[in-house]
């Protein structure tokens, strides 16, 4: 019922940029808050940036913050990671993700993922 797909990953050096998008399918997108998540290979998947249903509030990461911009287009059911300063570190496949219950904040639990795309950061 809903799909999630992400696009943008690719390798990239140091000090580069990166724009991911993840468009929404199968309900009402401007409803919902949307979260980015990445894994690196060995690690936890942990959330990296967030925006709430209405798209006021953000959240970020400490390890991105200042470097990466998380914002959405209602319009075009998708949601954005700009990615500025790319570090070694920010190498991880990044996972677009949506909660269930609708008109919440970004720190709510998140039940629908994309598939992933691979961001590799080389030095």
């Known amino acids: 019922q809903v799909q999630l797909v992400e696009s943008g990953g690719g390798l990239v050096q140091a000090g580069g940029s990166l724009r991911l998008s993840c468009t929404a399918s199968?309900?009402?997108?401007?409803?919902?808050?949307m979260g980015w998540f990445r894994q690196a290979p060995g690690k936890e998947r942990k959330l990296v940036a967030a925006i709430d249903w209405s798209g006021v509030i953000t959240h970020y990461a400490d390890s991105v913050k200042g470097r990466f911009t998380i914002s959405r287009d209602n319009a075009k059911n998708t949601v954005y990671l700009q990615m500025n300063s790319l570090k070694p570190e920010d190498t991880a496949v990044y996972y677009c993700?949506?909660?269930?219950?609708?008109?919440?904040?970004?720190?709510?639990?998140?039940?629908?993922w994309g598939q992933g795309t691979q961001v590799t950061v080389s030095s």
């Open positions: 993700a949506a909660p269930e219950v609708a008109f919440t904040g970004w720190g709510t639990e998140y039940n629908y």
């Open positions: 199968g309900r009402t997108f401007s409803s919902y808050a």
